[in-house]
């Protein structure tokens, strides 16, 4: 005969053990261990995107009107939030993290649609890898905010000193349901993450590097327009042209990367209405054939969605300064 009836057993005032036939199954440790790594990871990947943030926010980006407070905002939050879900654990800050994952991922993929306070998105490394963080850790903290606490905790929560109100909000059916976890919450966490991963594939295989400014049977038709209180150069069509400051009258520092979002000017370039400069080419990298003026090769900005507009005016990016280039040259 057996002592103690092991095989019965629930859990008792302590809430650690439940009795199976043959064995006995540890429930608190479980999920608390399973707990902790959703918070490690949480936290570790909210510091990762506050990292990535931070760096671009360093290397150009606060450079960009609105763009660049948002970044420094990102950053800010990111390491906040991240600090706080590893010293707390709490299931309302993973939620709030988890919703400031995806509120980050949903901005980027704005600035790939259409842009977003004068910058545009091209399809980067960094972007992909920013992006795909993003989504696991909205995952990570989601999957936190909805695993039920454990009855110590719950215990615990309930038992903490604090206001009359904040006793009854402890003791309240609905915290005692959020506690006990949200049926279907895994699963709903589990589609939104693959909706995400999915959205955001096909947004930057869609997005790619804009191409070279439109030319004109080979010719790149110059003229003027008077953009924020300046007689600019711009295209045919109205876009504003741009000069590089490491450029040279005879190389292109502007490749890669740098030529997706600043497009050079391609062709033989023309003088249109007011356009008194010097006109010339030069050979990039790639063999194509880019518009000078003065001395200056040519480029638009991916940021420039309309005619009139100058958003990539005075922007430290890609490797140096950016300035309109003025008819005057």
Not at 98 to 112: M, N
Not at 277 to 296: E, P, V
Request: hydrophobic share 45%; proline share 6%.
């Amino acid at each position: 005969m057996p002592g103690p009836d092991i095989q019965s057993r629930q859990a008792g005032p302590a809430g650690r053990w439940r009795g199976e036939p043959g064995r006995r199954l540890l429930v608190q440790p479980s999920r608390r261990l399973q707990r902790l790594g959703l918070r490690l990871a949480g936290a570790g990947l909210l510091a990762a995107t506050g990292a990535i943030h931070l760096d671009l926010y360093l290397t150009g980006y606060r450079s960009i009107p609105v763009i660049g407070w948002l970044f420094l905002l990102q950053v800010i939050t990111a390491f906040g939030l991240a600090v706080a879900v590893l010293a707390t654990g709490s299931r309302l800050l993973a939620a709030a993290g988890a919703g400031f994952a995806l509120a980050t991922l949903g901005g980027y993929l704005l600035s790939v649609w259409v842009g977003l306070f004068g910058s545009k998105e091209i399809r980067t490394t960094v972007g992909i890898v920013a992006g795909v963080i993003e989504v696991a850790a909205f995952a990570t903290l989601a999957a936190l905010a909805a695993t039920p606490a454990t009855p110590g905790q719950r215990a615990a929560g309930q038992a903490a000193p604090g206001s009359p109100l904040l006793a009854w909000f402890r003791g309240s059916r609905l915290v005692a349901g959020l506690q006990a976890g949200i049926p279907g919450a895994g699963r709903a966490v589990a589609l939104l993450s693959i909706a995400a991963l999915l959205v955001l594939g096909i947004s930057v295989a869609a997005a790619g590097g804009p191409a070279p400014a439109p030319t004109s049977g080979g010719r790149a038709v110059l003229k003027t327009a008077t953009i924020g209180g300046a007689t600019v150069l711009t295209t045919a069509k109205g876009f504003t042209l741009y000069w590089f400051a490491p450029d040279t009258p005879t190389r292109s520092a502007c490749n890669g990367v740098c030529a997706g979002y600043w497009p050079p000017v391609t062709g033989t370039p023309s003088a249109g209405r007011g356009v008194t400069g010097k006109l010339g080419t030069i050979k990039r990298s790639d063999g194509t054939t880019q518009a000078i003026y003065n001395g200056h090769p040519l480029y638009t900005y991916v940021g420039d969605t309309a005619p009139g507009q100058a958003f990539g005016n005075n922007l430290n990016l890609n490797g140096g300064l950016w300035h309109e280039m003025t008819a005057h040259g």
